[in-house]
């Protein structure tokens, strides 16, 4: 079977999801497509040899319907031979964009693949597709369909994260992503968005506050009390964890992920493609797999499906250098690493999605890059990367340096 | 045409009144029948095209309360019929085509092209309710008697027949899943003020209205059927619809804990239906009616809620060679809170009552307990100030045995202590004489021996009413061994006078809810003290289908008042007939701790002023251990508490205590809230099958001890293949 390596990766700057952000401006096409010349334009890359764009977004009506792939790919000027296919797994659809063109060029059927992913949460906003899950009583019901949000807090309160060790952790990631831009770690891989005439539009992570403290987060009112106690969601957990008497709210917009704009490319290819494009690869695609987990705490996936995929690859725990574990809810990283007993510095240590936010359907190939540019700074070796998903499923992925 | 259930008049202007008279039958309801002669005249008014129209009344006093249910509870039962005889496919396939009979006959009166309009005179319920929400116009008579809705929830059931399509058509979606969910009738005006109605009529203008609507230019088209429609809450897949239908899914869950299918029939009709056009939205509502009408939830609902409750409430059980009584002043001794609730409710009834106490502040106090429940009432609008008077002018609050002179029927709810009921029956049979029956409010003493008591024991009769008098509707009427025919027949007119339902049991320690009830209790106790987290064992408790936790109700009834009975159990029945478990947490809460429940403000809950009550976090340190909750078998738990009651009511039966499975089910919900959706304590062991039920227990025992053994009956009938229903009712069971 042919290796999947990393032959680039990148991505642009997270924009502050509402009308006021700095990319609320620019279009899902325009968004995707940058990432995508970037791909191109830095590699100087002959694109006979993509064979495919596969593209994760989670929202995919109006501007951002149709097939945003392939309208990307053809925006972008790799031309009209390259095709495009979005997928939709939520918040791992950039993610699995990355496995699955990992997974064209492992069956040795693809040369070239770019997995990645794009959301323009200001412009499509989230939920705007609707879906059967929520919605339809046939699956909600017995799905014990609840908003993510009084998900994450149901963890906190079954697992025994208290407010102050969420909002803890919001600060901790808050830091560590001002340390990491003051360090300039994401310079590998952040390309900015230009306009037009090649202004510069957004060249930084503007959704960040360092400023952000215990006493600062400890003024916000809990997002999901309204939504769990008027709308039943509380007691839809309570009946799927009954040991609960009540839900402990402690998430808030301070310590869950971000509403950002924001798009990413990973360039994939065999050993033979990157040869003929003349390219070094960074690293390989160790392993790589999904999992259903239960639907109703829905964001204990990466548990899951770290679990299944270390057996898969006969790897222990502390094969592992490096975990980015998407920061949907700051709860969502905490019981993680309850789960594996991980030192809290080996976990996210670039700040996450709390700090600088979660373009759902890009995260996925964003963390790729974040993962990547760290084990090279570091000089390490082996990353793992999983992003909690709604419906209840996890993806990692083990990546390697070469 | 030949018509048995209607009469046809065409009047000059060529408006047929179809008014729907059901021979022998004191009201309407939609039979095969009545749907053969409906077709009949859809054809009749289409090809006549001297008819302009159509109004359809009732001759009865009601319009029409709805399908009938007798047939309906069989629906089950028929099917399986049908299976053995044609083979599943074949039988399903007529099956559903029959579900929505009645739903296509009102289709074709929608479609018919010529302008029907409903008077409706009277009540109009279910299937009665839905043949006029497809007819084009619908005026409803300004009178008490009058009064619209959807109530096929309560019964396990669904409106099938268009209720569920034509209601979200008419109103925002939210409020179309309350009125179908909650089942509620509604007065003329509020009707109206909900778009279900479009005029409220004079009784005597009645038809005249919905003429004059027809000769008016009445439109044969409904709103949906115009081109132009927009549902009333838009599309389902809009901002608006995310926000209507995520939550609605969750109150679904958390009002029935996903217990009753024909709720959830409701949410599925509504949101696949209007998704479509009217035809196919009712086609989908008539799979989904097929497949509730076979569900084991509607017959058990059917059976007990309404024909069971039905045949007790007229009176099953009284004695036929007793001639009626005429119940007109009701004596009751004891102006506690039972006592001062007794003499509510029958005052309520019409009834004059004399409230005794041992001074008159004491008899005052009780009275005021009905000042306080009228007064509510007529805050709320419910009653006027005027009903109020005439209700507190019938009680007569007095300290002086002699007012009782004259009662028809005098009930005591005096202290629970043996001296004191004895004294009191002896003052009071020095007034009354011997032959005026007596009845004694009692929870826990037997009839039996108290009778000894009285001057003539045949005449001597338990009235066990439930806390709060007023809001729960069961009684239980206890049977001394030598209490008589008279006592039995008096007992059963007081009951349904006040409009409750009655059960018979035999004498015997707890009779038969308490008994039930103190086993849900114990269980309660017996998981705490195996280490199953607090919250969890209230919560599975109410997933199984019960309204409140075993903690919440000790709490409710009083913790000291559980030790006092284990003490007195003991007593009486020996070390081997208590649980030491239960007996060491129930002595550490109430000897150590001093947590006596509610009325102390700590049990097995704190109470704070104010707040919300919180379960006591020293609770999980009271077993020893703590179980991970990841590892316990919730299902386990729910048969826990469903079994431990069910049992006890197996061998109630066994022992001869409840003679009929019809009370032990009707009195299992009505007394303690067995949950509804098995239709009570013995259907839910006919449901399971009793060969089923038992090796459920036996699998209990070897688990959890030898209080889930079954009584030798339960073996017997798992032998023969019995159900309760066969052995016990015979011919009506179904």
């Known amino acids: 079977m042919p290796e999947a390596y990393i032959y680039d990766a990148v991505r642009t700057p997270r924009g502050r999801g509402k009308d006021d952000g700095s990319l609320h401006e620019v279009t899902t096409l325009q968004l995707a497509a940058g990432a995508l010349r970037a791909i191109k334009d830095r590699s100087n890359l002959d694109t006979h040899l993509i064979d495919d764009v596969i593209l994760g977004c989670v929202d995919t009506v109006g501007e951002s319907g149709s097939d945003i792939a392939r309208a990307s790919a053809l925006a972008a000027g790799l031309g009209e031979h390259v095709p495009g296919v979005q997928i939709n797994r939520f918040c791992a659809s950039g993610l699995d964009a990355v496995n699955f063109a990992s997974a064209q060029v492992m069956s040795g059927q693809h040369e070239m693949a770019i997995g990645g992913g794009v959301e323009s949460m200001s412009r499509v906003g989230m939920g705007a597709e609707g879906g059967a899950w929520p919605v339809d009583p046939s699956i909600a019901i017995s799905a014990y369909f609840m908003p993510q949000g009084v998900s994450a807090d149901l963890i906190a309160t079954k697992y025994g994260f208290s407010r102050d060790d969420v909002d803890a952790y919001a600060v901790e990631s808050q830091k560590r992503a001002a340390a990491s831009w003051q360090e300039d770690r994401f310079r590998k891989s952040v390309v900015p968005v230009r306009d037009i005439n090649g202004v510069t539009i957004l060249d930084r992570d ?171 700074r570091t000089g390490k070796s082996t990353a793992l990367i999983t992003l909690c998903i709604g419906a209840g499923m996890g993806t990692a992925t083990i990546i390697e340096r070469v | 045409m030949t018509l048995a259930n209607f009469k046809l008049d065409t009047d000059s202007d060529g408006i047929v009144l179809v008014t729907w008279d059901m021979p022998g039958k ?30 359809l009344t ?22 399986a019929d049908a299976v053995k ?16 009979r009645a739903s296509r006959v009102f289709r074709r009166i929608e479609t018919s092209g010529k302008p029907w309009a409903a008077a409706i005179n009277g009540v109009a319920l279910g299937g009665g309710f839905e043949i006029t929400l497809a007819c084009h116009y619908r005026v409803i008579a300004d009178s008490p008697k009058a009064s619209v809705g959807l109530p096929e929830v309560k019964v396990g059931l669904f409106p099938g027949a268009g209720g569920t399509q034509r209601i979200p058509r008419l109103m925002a979606t939210p409020d179309a899943l309350q009125f179908l969910f909650k089942g509620e009738s509604l007065k ?5 003020q909900m778009n279900l109605v479009h005029d409220v009529a004079p009784e005597g203008e009645l038809v005249a209205r919905a003429k004059a609507w027809i000769k008016g230019g009445g439109k044969p088209v409904a709103p949906w059927d115009e081109k132009n429609f927009k549902m009333p809450s838009g599309k389902i897949f809009s901002p608006f619809g995310m926000m209507i239908w995520p939550p609605a899914n969750a109150l679904y869950r958390k009002e029935t804990y996903d217990n009753y299918p024909a709720v959830k029939a409701i949410l599925k009709c509504v949101y696949e239906g209007l998704q479509l056009p009217i035809d196919q939205a009712l086609k989908v509502e008539s799979r989904y009616f097929a497949q509730i009408m076979r569900s084991k939830e509607a017959a058990a609902m059917i059976r007990s809620l309404f024909l069971s409750m039905g045949e007790l409430n007229k009176g099953a059980r009284r004695p036929k060679s007793e001639p009626r009584t005429n119940l007109k002043k009701i004596g009751v001794i004891g102006a506690g809170f039972m006592g001062a609730g007794i003499a509510y409710v029958t005052a309520s009834a019409g009834a004059q009552v004399v409230l005794v106490d041992r001074d008159q502040a004491a008899a005052d106090k009780g009275k005021a307990h009905s000042d306080a429940l009228i007064s509510s009432r007529v805050a709320k609008g419910r009653a006027t100030e005027a009903d109020k ?35 009191t029956t002896k003052k009071a049979q020095g007034v009354l004489g011997p032959d ?18 009285a001057q003539k024991p045949e005449n001597f009769i338990g009235i066990h009413f439930f806390s709060p008098v007023d809001k729960m509707m069961l009684v239980e009427i206890i049977m001394g061994e030598k209490t008589g025919d008279r006592a039995l027949a008096t007992a059963l007119d007081f009951v349904r006078l006040i409009k409750k339902t009655p059960i018979v049991v035999n004498d015997t320690r707890g009779f038969y809810a308490n008994r039930c009830v103190g086993n849900y209790i114990r269980e309660g106790h017996l998981m705490l003290m195996e280490g199953v987290p607090p919250a969890m064992i209230e919560n599975v408790a109410r997933m199984a289908g019960m309204p409140v936790g075993p903690l ?137 099958g009793v060969a089923n039920f038992v090796s459920l227990c036996d699998t209990l025992v070897a688990r959890h001890g030898d209080r889930f053994s079954p009584p030798a009956l339960l073996r017997e009938m798992a032998k023969s293949g019995e159900t309760f229903y066969e052995r016990f009712v015979g011919a009506k069971a179904a």
């Open chain 2, 188 to 192: 003329p005006a509020r009707a109206k």
């Open chain 2, 436 to 453: 005026v029956v007596f009845a004694s409010n009692t929870s826990t003493l037997p009839i039996t021996s108290l009778a000894t008591e």
């Open chain 1, 206 to 376: 503007e959704h960040m506050r360092p400023s952000a403290d215990m006493q600062s987060l400890a003024a916000l009112k809990p997002s999901f009390v309204m939504m769990g106690e008027q709308g039943g969601f509380d007691a839809v957990a309570i009946q799927r964890y009954p040991e609960i008497e009540a839900i402990n709210h402690v998430h808030h917009a301070g310590n869950s992920s971000g509403i950002v704009d924001g798009a990413a490319a990973v360039l994939i290819g065999s050993a033979e493609g990157g040869r003929k494009a003349g390219l070094k690869p960074r690293a390989k695609i160790r392993a790589f797999c999904n999992i259903g987990s239960e639907p109703a705490i829905m964001l204990t996936g990466p548990v899951d499906v770290t679990r299944k995929l270390l057996a898969r690859a006969g790897m222990s725990i502390r094969d592992i250098d490096l975990f980015e574990v998407n920061e949907a809810f700051a709860s969502v990283v905490l019981r993680f690493n309850q789960a594996f007993d991980l030192d809290p510095a080996r976990v996210n240590p670039c700040g996450g999605a709390i700090a600088m936010g979660h373009p759902l359907g890009a995260t996925g190939a964003m963390l790729i890059s974040t993962a990547l540019d760290e084990l090279e």
């Open chain 2, 389 to 423: 008077a005439a209700l507190l002018g019938r009680i007569k609050a007095s300290a002086d045995y002699n007012d009782l002179k004259g009662c028809d029927l005098v009930v005591e709810a005096v202290f629970e202590d043996r001296g004191v009921k004895a004294e």
């Open chain 2, 58 to 79: 009732s001759g009865k006093d009601a319009f029409c309360t709805g399908a009938d249910l007798t047939m309906m509870q069989s629906g089950a039962k028929q099917f």
């Open chain 2, 85 to 100: 005889a044609r083979g599943q496919d074949a039988a399903m396939t007529e099956f559903v085509d029959q579900a929505g």
């Open chain 2, 552 to 688: 919440s109700l000790n709490d409710e009834v009083a913790i000291d008042l559980s030790w006092r009975v284990v003490q007195a159990t003991k007593k009486d029945l020996g070390e081997q007939s208590i649980d030491p478990a239960q007996e060491k947490l129930i002595k550490t809460l109430v000897v150590d701790l001093e947590r006596f429940g509610r009325k102390n403000g700590k049990g097995f809950y704190d109470y704070p002023q104010g707040g919300k009550k919180k379960l006591w976090p020293g609770l999980a340190g009271l077993a020893g251990k703590a179980l991970d909750p990841d590892t316990i078998d919730v299902e386990e738990l729910k048969q826990r508490f469903l079994v431990a009651q069910a049992v006890e009511a197996a061998r109630t039966m066994a022992e001869g205590v409840v003679t009929d499975p019809r009370e032990a089910d009707v009195g299992s919900i009505l007394g303690f809230g067995f949950a509804p959706f098995t239709g009570g304590t013995i259907s839910y062991i006919d449901g399971l």
């Open chain 2, 26 to 55: 004191p009201m309407n309801v939609l039979d095969q029948t009545v749907m053969d002669e409906l077709d009949a005249i859809v054809d009749h008014v289409v090809a006549d095209a001297a008819i302009k129209g159509v109004v």
